[in-house]
Every structure is written in structure tokens, then in C-alpha cells.
T-cell receptor
Framework: DQQVKQNSPSLSVQEGRISILNCDYT??????FLWYKKYPAEGPTFLIS?????DKNEDGRFTVFLNKSAKHLSLHIVPSQPGDSAVYFC???????????FGTGTSLTVIP | DTAVSQTPKYLVTQMGNDKSIKCEQN?????MYWYKQDSKKFLKIMFS???????INETVPNRFSPKSPDKAHLNLHINSLELGDSAVYFC???????????FGPGTRLLVL
């Protein structure tokens, strides 16, 4: 039973435009969310996080938005750069748990 | 210096063999993990150790046995390999079970 879902397996965006990657979750107890970026033949690397007490967190070109009522989060990258081309995973954890649940990832291609 | 390292990076072996994958982290973290990424790209936790003690043991065949000789190492031994074990195995570490995880580069296992 997959508690974190990324329904778009791939996304293509022109360089300089905004990339929006989406993530949905089913467990209303989740209170901490992460985005990871993964290049081919490498492990995932941490990108940005958000706690459920916030609805937005920004770090440079990356912004994560959290909509708790919709159980939805999104990652915005603006402006998108070719080096952003990678697979992006979202992950979530609950306060009572001791693990993160990962989505299946969205492959982003930024076209020069 | 690599923060989380895994060896080997690639492993091709026959069905029925026994193999080990090693993981080491030099971040001083107290928690280490093994994840399996299957053909559907789903990143699923297998095991987690905190201070050398097993804290997560998901539904994994008992052919898989993790061993943590110290806080910096978490090895994965797999007995009687099966075709379905073919996947990418990622090791990760974090400081505490709710903190950001740092991943190794992955071990690509192919069972023939």
C-alpha cells in the first residue's frame, strides 16, 4: 500500500520556465516532508524539506508548498536549468513512526 | 571524501549464490538504512539500525540479513539469491530516525 504517490512519471520543461512536481499522500498523520533529487547511477540527495506547521518553504530556486487539507505537496523550480534534469522523489514521515515513505519519483527533463 | 559509500557498485551473480553488500558512512550518524529500488522505481525501506540495534525490519525474506558491526557500518548479506532480488540497493544514514537521510550511490544487483 503506497502512502506517498507521484502520479506523473515524467515532466519536460523549457529552460528558464517553471517546473512543478507534484506529490500526494494518504496518511493524515504525516508531518514532515522531504524532496530528494537523483541523478543516474547516484543515490538520492536531499533537496528541501517542509514541516506540517508551515505551508511553504523556500530555498533559492526551489520552493515546496504543502496543502494539508488536500494531502498534497508540490515542488516548484524557477527558473529551471538543464542541470535540474533528474528524478525527484518526495518522502514523508509521521511523528509516531521512525521511517520515511517515498514516492516513485518524477523524471524531470529541462530542455535547453 | 564520500559520506556514504557502498561496495560493490555492480554485482552480477547466479541464482542460488550468497552475496554481501557493504556500506560505510563517515558522517558520525547513529542510524543507518537499507532500501530496495525495484524495476518500478519504488524506493522501499528494508531495514534500519539505530546505534547498532535493529529498529525497522520490514516484510523482507529472511534470506536477507543485515549486520551492523559498529555505528559506521551496515552490511547486507543475501542468501540463496533469486531472480526477483535483482534491483538497486541503497544504503543511507541519518542523525536520528526523523532526520534527513544521506544516501550511498547504490549497488546494482543482477541475478541471472
Amino acid at each position: 500500500d503506497q502512502q506517498v504517490k507521484q502520479n506523473s512519471p515524467s515532466l519536460s520543461v523549457q529552460e528558464g520556465r517553471i517546473s512543478i512536481l507534484n506529490c500526494d499522500y494518504t496518511n493524515s498523520m504525516f508531518d514532515y516532508f522531504l524532496w530528494y533529487k537523483k541523478y543516474p547511477a547516484e543515490g538520492p540527495t536531499f533537496l528541501i524539506s517542509i514541516s506540517s506547521i508551515k505551508d511553504k518553504n523556500e530555498d533559492g530556486r526551489f520552493t515546496v508548498f504543502l496543502n494539508k487539507s488536500a494531502k498534497h505537496l508540490s515542488l516548484h523550480i524557477v527558473p529551471s536549468q538543464p542541470g535540474d534534469s533528474a528524478v525527484y522523489f518526495c518522502a514523508a514521515s509521521a511523528p509516531t513512526g521512525n521511517q520515511f515513505y517515498f514516492g516513485t519519483g518524477t523524471s524531470l527533463t529541462v530542455i535547453p | 571524501d564520500t559520506a556514504v559509500s557502498q561496495t560493490p557498485k555492480y554485482l552480477v551473480t547466479q541464482m542460488g549464490n550468497d552475496k554481501s553488500i557493504k556500506c560505510e558512512q563517515n558522517l558520525g550518524h547513529d542510524t543507518m538504512y537499507w532500501y530496495k529500488q525495484d524495476s518500478k522505481k519504488f524506493l522501499k525501506i528494508m531495514f534500519s539500525y539505530n546505534n547498532k540495534e535493529l529498529i525497522i525490519n520490514e516484510t523482507v525474506p529472511n534470506r536477507f540479513s543485515p549486520k551492523s558491526p559498529d555505528k559506521a557500518h551496515l552490511n547486507l548479506h543475501i542468501n540463496s539469491l533469486e531472480l526477483g532480488d535483482s534491483a538497486v540497493y541503497f544504503c543511507a544514514s541519518s542523525q536520528g530516525t526523523k532526520e534527513t537521510q544521506y544516501f550511498g550511490p547504490g549497488t546494482r544487483l543482477l541475478v541471472l
